[in-house]
């Protein structure tokens, strides 16, 4: 690469924000309203294959078949997989900074066959290990949204 | 059923670079095409049709099919665009494959490329993924991949210092590649020693981001050999791309999508030994522990045995079979580019343009993509016509 004397140039998109405002749908506002009003947790089961999903959704994708069986889960399980997030990164969701380190987990709830992805508590990162027992802590405040979950604790 | 014999005849890529600041993406991507055309001793006149990929979110230009015209080579031919994350480059390369092999047009251009610099990488990642099940605590494309070495590491008591033998090898080869982007060896040591970005993954595990394009003309038979005195011939291709949250994602069954991949085109190929039977593997490995647990996906070697394999040299330059002489995607990471270029180099390496890097007498070459949500798509190359 040559810049023949050239002063090369990049020219910045600015300030410009372009905020989106997601549907949530009727499985996933269920499972939401359900942590909001009753600290519950719920996923849906496949008729044809029987795997529970949570978070819930309308169809079961390898069964290409639309789920309505709702099925109560509990708020702990055990840690199918994780990682603990140590680099800084820029969160597209602010813009900003993401606060790290973080633990990030895949979490098997009990009663459901899919995992759902949130924070997991690290003060004590020997206690973080696959297959630690974990529950969910719930926010005072609840507002129908993922973050009404503060965060998993691990329990052993 | 392929109603056309169809075989790679020309490639090209540009030098990748972290940044490129001496061409736009147009520019870019003229560069490779313009390399790819003279390989094969072509004009843009010869080429019938024209597929493109990149993720488009990463540069956030959304119509690249039309705004690449200039670069592509388009002008007043069918074009189309296709975008499925990490592996794009792979799915172009099907596209292409498919556009000729079916009959409707004899000569196809296949593009992939990325302008990496020109946004915040893992930001972009993280966009790809859904908005309100994934996004929280997702961290593009390293987080993901640190999750499934957890599991494979736990489940198989492979090592980081394990993983770390595969950095070590791809960035060995990179050496020999005057078009990777990262041509420094490393060391165990260094590897080990680099900063811990999420666990178990180090700085020196993780591929880079790069300025790049890739581009590669397929042709039919009718063609072929005109073009090229030993084209590499496309003997299979097979796509698994199985579910989009993660959360679905069986973390300890190492890859399954590439499981099924490789089994199918195993069959199609009638490969019933891959290690004993192919010459040369180029892999979208995108960090290093994918080099253990998706070469046993690939059928190499048993669950949990793919470290004795990479210490024991096997998968090294002078191995029994050679993964990734071009020093693969830990060496050059233009993410649209980058499941094409391993098709690119799988057929470099039938035609035994490779150079520093050839290995010697390849009959047989796989290319692997992988993205998406725990994506694979697989191509088998051969220097024989299928029959
Ligand atoms: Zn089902």
Known sequence: MTNQGVDLLTINSGEAEQPFCYTVGLEGSKFLTEIRDNKRFVGIKCPKCGKVYVPPRKVCGPCFTEMTEWVPVKDEGYLHSYTILRFAFLDPETGKEKPVPYGYAFIRLDGADTDFQHYVEIKDEKKVKIGARVRAVFEEKRAGKITDVKHFVVID | ?387
């Open chain 2, 1 to 387: 059923m392929a109603k056309e014999k169809t075989a790679i005849v020309a490639t090209g890529q540009t030098h990748h670079r972290s940044s490129r600041l001496d061409v736009n993406g147009i520019e870019l991507i003229h560069e490779a095409v313009t390399r790819c055309l003279e390989d094969g001793e072509l004009t843009i006149d010869d080429i019938d049709a024209v597929v493109i990929g990149n993720m488009d979110h990463f540069e956030g230009i959304n119509y690249v099919d039309t705004w690449s015209i200039d670069g592509s080579g388009a002008f007043m031919k069918p074009i189309i665009k296709v975008t499925t994350g990490g592996t794009t480059g792979s799915t172009v390369g099907h596209c292409g494959y498919h556009l000729v092999a079916s009959g409707m047009f004899d000569k196809v251009l296949a593009i992939g490329w990325e302008k990496n610099s020109e946004s915040d990488t893992t930001a972009a990642i993280t966009t790809a993924f859904d908005p309100i099940w994934d996004r929280l605590v997702f961290a593009g494309a390293i987080s993901g991949l640190a999750v499934e070495a957890m599991a494979y590491m736990v489940k198989y008591g492979a090592t980081e210092k394990d993983a770390a033998r595969v950095a070590v090898r791809d960035r060995k080869h990179a050496t020999n590649n005057p078009y990777a982007q990262l041509r420094k060896e490393v060391s165990i040591e260094d590897v080990m020693n680099s900063p811990m970005l999420s666990d178990p993954i180090k700085l020196l595990d993780v591929c880079p981001r790069t300025d790049g394009a890739c581009a590669v003309v397929f042709a039919s038979e009718q063609y072929a050999e005109k073009i090229c005195d030993r084209p590499a011939w496309i003997h299979g291709i097979s796509a698994k791309h199985p579910y989009n949250y993660l959360g679905d994602y069986d973390w300890e069954d190492r890859l399954p999508s590439m499981q099924m991949a490789s089994k199918e085109l195993y069959a199609k190929a009638g490969i019933k030994e891959p290690l004993k039977e192919i010459d040369v593997m180029e892999l979208y490995l995108p960090y290093s522990c994918a080099g253990l647990s998706w070469i046993e996906a690939l059928g190499l070697c048993g669950p949990g045995q793919a470290p004795k394999l990479l210490w024991d040299g096997v998968t090294d330059m002078g191995g029994e079979l050679p993964i990734n002489p071009s020093g693969g995607v830990i060496a050059t990471n233009c993410i649209g580019a980058t499941a094409l270029l391993r098709i690119s180099e799988a057929a470099v390496q039938v035609m035994g343009r490779g150079g520093k890097r050839q290995v010697p007498d390849v009959n047989t070459a796989l290319a692997s993509g992988f993205g998406g949500c725990f994506w694979s798509d697989v191509t088998l190359l051969k220097s024989t016509k299928p029959k």
